[in-house]
């Protein structure tokens, strides 16, 4: 503050205003600026991944000792057959439930992006299943999948589409199905609203002259809209899939992780071991799931800053 | 002609397969919170429109909704205040002065946003539990601040950064501190971005789950989502009218919110995602 003062009489001289306060001061300011947020981060976030990774080190089980392990936690993880379960299941989530949502909020954003009557309605109602708590929609789609009068199996009774009730929650496949189906209702409009920026971001002359040159509504689409969505469909395509890598509030409501261990994500996994004590075992799993975030989140903000540079 | 013509159909059908999609759930929902039996659907079962269910909800002792509720305005907002402001001063220093190991810090900011939050649960609760913070405000605040913390920065770059760097150079002939640039002409300047990030920050706290989870065992800070999560019946059956009621009523702020403020929420959405 006192060098700012200092230089005030400066200030009658224009090329000199950009640099008018001392630049050490200038970083202690900006460091002090800086220091709640590090702070925060370090303390609630940093330090609690740090401690994870020592704690899956260890044998750390409640009421027991804690006690130095190595390897041993990776080593038992890595010979779990329900690890390894929740393994392909947290994948093949991922790469079932991240294309559905990509591809039904990229035919939402189309439809979005058109000029419409009450627009603003409309997206305010993609809006709304985004903004409310997971749970609480997965305690809704609980009862959609109820066996005896939920929706699912009245539309399924009305419609004729199969002979009696499916158990949509009691068997693997109905519970895997139904999961899809919550988790994309839930997370589509977000996909929606970011493709939607990038299609906003097209110029409409393109569109314009692609008509005169009679070019087909399909034509259109494959040529202009898809390449030039490339890069907001890849950033869409990266922040989906790291979110649904660790999907968890959903399927805790839902399933519970079952029928028999099924539908266990590697966040619910972990969570399991937690809530019986076992902190060990528990942050090994974390661990395991938090390096494949992890990497997935490097490449992404790689992309984003190539982006940047090239725009 | 004819393709113009088509393409509205398909327009039109779009639009109301998407409000369908969006919608339907939110109405069986309500339907459910005000019917008698939760199986209405079934053939020969009458549809007895009551509002038992959302009296029970507000008025039982041992449902402890409206508590639920009220744990989840305050933290949210709390938390959303907190973070807001810190992350301006943050964004602040990084759209304006020269931090060192700007690129750095970011990067780990954006890191730090992806991170799964099952890996820091576990020593959050062991941190909270040797602080006496299990079942307080605090003890849910805190790690929520920490959580919005880096989406809320990187909205509020995007925003600061369109803000005139003339306009702190006046305030700093006028003689302003840094600070009181940030409060007295930033803020003021920016209002429409910071109360979108401040949304945003709400949103996110009111609905995050496991750390709430994880980190309150009874009512006095228990949040919505948790609590409806948990929200189980007396003698085994599922008291679906009852949660069904508490969903109806914990969605309409929300609806509102989202209905009033739609276009903010998109606008700060957008900026957090796609500028990355």
Known sequence: ?311 | MKEDRFKKILLALGALLTVLFCLSPFFYMALTGLSLHPDFLLPDRPLCITLSHFHTVVASDSVHFLAFLRNSLIISTASAVICVFIASLAAYAITRLPVPGKVFLMFLILAVSMFPPVSLVSYLFKLMSALGWINTYQGLIFPYVAWTLPLSLWILMSYFAQVPKDLDRAGLIDGCSRLQILVKIIFPVAAPGIFSTMLLAFIFAFNEFLFALMLTTDHSARTVPVGIALFEGLYGQIPWGEIMAAATITTIPVVILTLIFQRRIIQGLTRGAVKG
């Open chain 1, 1 to 311: 503050m006192k060098t700012e003062r200092l230089k005030k009489p400066l200030f009658h001289l224009p090329g000199n205003l950009a640099r008018m306060p001392a630049l050490d001061s200038e970083r202690w300011i900006a460091f002090g600026f800086m220091v709640p947020l590090l702070l925060f981060v370090v303390l609630f976030i940093l330090i609690p991944v740090l401690g994870t990774l020592v704690d899956s080190f260890s044998l750390d089980v409640t009421y027991l000792p804690k006690r130095f392990l190595g390897l041993e936690n990776y080593d038992w993880l890595l010979r779990d057959p329900g690890f390894w379960q929740s393994v392909r299941f947290t994948c093949l989530f991922v790469v079932v439930s991240v294309p559905l949502e990509i591809a039904l909020g990229l035919m939402i954003a189309l439809v979005l992006n058109e000029q419409l009557p009450m627009r603003g309605l409309l997206r305010a109602c993609v809006l709304i299943p985004w903004a409310i708590p997971a749970a609480v929609s997965g305690r809704v789609f609980e009862l959609i999948y109820n066996y005896s009068f939920g929706a699912a199996n009245y539309l399924f009774r009305v419609l004729h589409l199969t002979d009696g009730p499916v158990n949509w929650l009691g068997s693997e496949a109905g519970a895997f199905l139904a999961l899809v189906v919550a988790d994309s209702w839930k997370t589509t409009p977000f996909a929606a609203i970011i493709l939607l920026a990038g299609l906003s971001s097209i110029p409409d002359d393109l569109y314009r002259q692609a008509k005169v040159d009679r070019a087909t509504f399909i034509q259109r689409f494959t040529r202009i809209t898809l390449p030039l969505l490339k890069p907001v469909l890849i950033v869409t395509l990266l922040f989906r899939t790291i979110d649904a890598l660790r999907v968890f509030d959903v399927i805790y409501v839902l399933t519970g992780g079952g029928p028999g261990g099924t539908t266990t994500s590697l966040s619910l996994f972990g969570y399991h071991y937690f809530s019986a004590g076992d902190f060990g075992y528990g942050s090994a799993a974390s661990v395991i799931l938090f390096l494949l975030a992890f990497a997935l989140s490097i490449i992404y903000i790689r992309l984003g800053h190539f982006e940047q540079e090239v725009a």
